[in-house]
């Protein structure tokens, strides 16, 4: 790679495609990390986003050629055509969504331009690759758009209504797969006032779904469904007609169902055949999620919006696209992460040892290269990770102590056990020693008051401590309530005449009045709160 890394932003070639792989503000910090960045004209137009502002960002504004000839890096969202990868200089790294699996031939035209690729849809599903994950980014926004698309379409209101002329009751959601899109759907659907129920093949996303506020659907079948990296596996024949007759039951009740099932490089599977579209009512809605696949809906035509026995069927395959100005967003972020973990434009470098950049490296430098192989998962006989143990010492030197510095945290943690003894000693002496003069020379109602107080924050702390954290507020706030009675005292001390004590007892009554009311009351939020949080 040259000194300064050229970036070439072209404008998306692809029928209806509105995004763009950089948007100003990515533009701002690619320029910052040392990249050039050459943005067609007019490729940021269907996202809401002129020429004059990638300029203002510090970018150059070139022709199509330009941009594919001229740049060390071509960044973009869709994956190339055949005549966009002849464009391409000796050397460049294409970065996009590339899905070879669907185009046998894009590798090869890609090696034979001594061209390197990375896939975005293959940055694997780890912690340390999340800001570069574009499918989970696309994938939110497409489970939105889905609840968008169904209550277009769907001819009555997603939350319950109560009118003068009668009530409408609330719309009932069933979303298919509880990943990224799924939950987003979830959510989404909640937002509008739906009753939402949810179902995955995972065990795991049952606590993700009720957080959410939806129902969680199970079958009676059990079997484990994690094949790793986020995704769902295939499921046995067994577990399947299970799960159809978990969704034909469902179809009959349920207004709308969303779907989002996919298998990675393989067809998406059919969960929702013609007898579960048959047994939903007439005005219904299904989105499918994975209609670029084939679909999850035997009735899904991919791309069109299709009427089956009274059931309107969505098959849009560009839902992101749909909302161009946050998805661009979201992915000229997830590219400028990439980018950065490569190295930014002062060093930057295709690391075949990157476990982010390797899984996602299709073809480098003119060779294709084979997928790599899952890693294994941890077992007694496989270590999660990789131990450096230190060597046998060899000589003398080895053997030398380790610097003072380096024994400082641990002598401190030898030191602490013994200075926690001491000042408990030394705190329990203090205690014993002020009990033995308050009971040697107070008088006794004092040492009655002190008793019952010493007994009182005892148990007081007893109580708070032995409940959950997220229920401290109400329980103090209730606490607070009831300890109101004071105002009793304050009462009797009002009808004593007219002196100190009276007012005193007016004021403690007045305050503690003020203490019962507002106790309760955020006793009562509070627990409305958590009521919610159930439903």
């Known amino acids: 790679m040259?000194?300064?890394?050229?970036?070439?932003?072209?404008?998306?070639?692809?029928?209806?495609?509105?995004?763009?792989?950089?948007?100003?503000?990515?533009?701002?910090?690619?320029?910052?990390?040392?990249?050039?960045?050459?943005?067609?004209?007019?490729?940021?137009?269907?996202?809401?986003?002129?020429?004059?502002?990638?300029?203002?960002?510090?970018?150059?504004?070139?022709?199509?050629?330009?941009?594919?000839?001229?740049?060390?890096?071509?960044?973009?969202?869709?994956?190339?055509?055949?005549?966009?990868?002849?464009?391409?200089?000796?050397g460049t790294l294409l970065v996009s969504l590339l899905q070879p699996e669907r185009d046998a031939e894009l590798p090869e035209l890609l090696a034979k331009r001594k061209a390197s690729s990375i896939a975005l849809e293959r940055i694997p599903r780890i912690s340390r690759a999340q800001k570069m994950d574009v499918l989970s980014s696309m994938a939110n926004l497409a489970g939105y758009r889905a609840v968008i698309e169904a209550a277009q379409y769907f001819q009555r209101t997603f939350s319950a209504q109560v009118t003068a002329a009668g009530t409408i009751p609330p719309a009932r959601v069933l979303v298919i797969g509880a990943g990224v899109a799924g939950l987003a759907a979830v959510a989404a659907a909640r937002a509008l006032g739906a009753e939402v129920r949810a179902f995955d093949t995972r065990p795991a996303t049952k606590e993700q779904i009720e957080s959410l506020g939806a129902t969680h659907l199970t079958v009676t079948v059990e079997e484990d469904a994690d094949g790793g990296g986020g995704y769902a596996k295939e499921m046995s024949d067994a577990f399947l007609a299970s799960e159809i007759a978990l969704f034909t039951s469902q179809a009959a009740e349920v207004d709308v169902i969303i779907t989002t099932a996919l298998i990675p490089g393989k067809p998406a599977p059919v969960l929702v055949p013609e007898a579960v579209v048959s047994a939903m009512k007439a005005g219904s809605v299904i989105v499918d999620l994975a209609a670029e696949q084939g679909g999850n809906c035997s009735a899904c035509k991919p791309g069109e919006v299709v009427v089956h026995n009274g059931v309107t069927v969505i098959g849009y395959t560009d839902l992101p696209s749909r909302m161009a100005s946050s998805a661009s967003r979201l992915f000229a972020t997830n590219v400028v992460?990439?980018?950065?973990?490569?190295?930014?434009?002062?060093?930057?470098?295709?690391?075949?040892?990157?476990?982010?950049?390797?899984?996602?490296?299709?073809?480098?430098?003119?060779?294709?290269?084979?997928?790599?192989?899952?890693?294994?998962?941890?077992?007694?006989?496989?270590?999660?990770?990789?131990?450096?143990?230190?060597?046998?010492?060899?000589?003398?030197?080895?053997?030398?102590?380790?610097?003072?510095?380096?024994?400082?945290?641990?002598?401190?943690?030898?030191?602490?056990?013994?200075?926690?003894?001491?000042?408990?000693?030394?705190?329990?002496?203090?205690?014993?020693?002020?009990?033995?003069?308050?009971?040697?020379?107070?008088?006794?109602?004092?040492?009655?008051?002190?008793?019952?107080?010493?007994?009182?924050?005892?148990?007081?702390?007893?109580?708070?401590?032995?409940?959950?954290?997220?229920?401290?507020?109400?329980?103090?706030?209730?606490?607070?309530a009831v300890s109101g009675i004071i105002i009793i005292g304050g009462m009797l001390q009002i009808g004593a005449g007219l002196d100190a004590a009276s007012v005193l007892g007016a004021a403690a009554a007045l305050f503690a009045a003020i203490n019962i009311a507002g106790g309760f009351l955020v006793t009562e939020r509070m627990l409305r709160m958590f009521q919610r949080g159930r439903e």
Not at 12 to 30: F, I, M, Q
Not at 45 to 70: H, I, K, N, P, R
Not at 71 to 84: G, L, Y
């Open 2 to 90: 040259p000194e300064t890394v050229r970036i070439g932003i072209p404008k998306e070639s692809a029928a209806g495609e509105r995004r763009v792989a950089a948007t100003p503000d990515s533009v701002t910090k690619l320029v910052a990390a040392g990249f050039s960045v050459t943005v067609e004209r007019g490729a940021g137009e269907a996202s809401s986003l002129g020429d004059a502002a990638y300029e203002a960002a510090g970018a150059t504004l070139g022709a199509a050629e330009v941009v594919w000839s001229s740049s060390d890096i071509v960044a973009k969202v869709r994956p190339p055509s055949h005549a966009e990868v002849a464009k391409l200089s000796e």
């Open 337 to 480: 992460h990439l980018l950065m973990e490569m190295g930014g434009g002062t060093k930057f470098r295709i690391d075949l040892e990157s476990d982010v950049v390797r899984p996602a490296l299709v073809v480098h430098k003119g060779d294709v290269l084979p997928r790599p192989p899952p890693k294994a998962a941890a077992s007694p006989a496989t270590p999660a990770a990789k131990v450096d143990l230190p060597p046998p010492p060899s000589s003398k030197s080895s053997l030398r102590p380790p610097p003072a510095e380096d024994l400082k945290p641990l002598q401190q943690n030898i030191r602490s056990p013994t200075r926690r003894a001491w000042g408990t000693t030394v705190g329990g002496l203090i205690v014993i020693l002020v009990l033995f003069v308050a009971g040697r020379f107070a008088p006794p109602d004092f040492l009655q008051h002190s008793t019952v107080f010493i007994l009182a924050c005892f148990v007081g702390w007893q109580v708070i401590w032995s409940v959950q954290p997220a229920l401290h507020t109400p329980l103090m706030s209730v606490t607070n």
